[in-house]
């Protein structure tokens, strides 16, 4: 059974860092593209960034160049690096995984950034 859980969120002030973890289990993790989604309140979830199996990454544009994603594949860990944090950034954070016709989430993470 897929499962993927998320940690590393929690309250940051403005300018700050945090790194997510998205630890997967269930499937061999080092065959598939991995993504980090985000719902902002108010606002649908949307794609925060990708990683292939080969490991190309995408992002979205608002967190471009201060937002980075990883895999280990040992760890059959997925991480996003946030730094610069800015109050917008505030949201649960989500790791997905697609398997063919099966879509997998992760229950979100929440990051707050506030001063």
């Known amino acids: 059974q897929v499962q993927l859980v998320e940690s590393g969120g929690g309250l940051v002030q403005p300018g700050g860092s945090l790194r997510l973890s998205c630890a997967a289990s269930?499937?061999?993790?080092?065959?598939?593209?991995m993504s980090w989604y985000r719902q902002r309140p108010g606002k649908e979830r949307e794609l925060v960034a990708a990683?292939?199996?080969?490991?190309?990454?995408n992002y979205a544009d608002s967190v471009k160049g201060r937002f980075t994603i990883s895999r280990d594949n040992v760890k059959n860990t997925v991480f996003l690096q946030m730094n610069s944090l800015k109050p917008e950034d505030t949201a649960v954070y989500y790791c997905?995984?697609?398997?063919?016709?099966?879509?997998?989430w992760g229950p979100g993470t929440q990051v707050f950034v506030s001063s």
């Open positions: 990683i292939s199996a080969g490991s190309r990454t």
């Open positions: 269930g499937f061999i993790f080092s065959s598939y593209d």
């Open positions: 997905r995984v697609i398997r063919g016709v099966n879509v997998s």
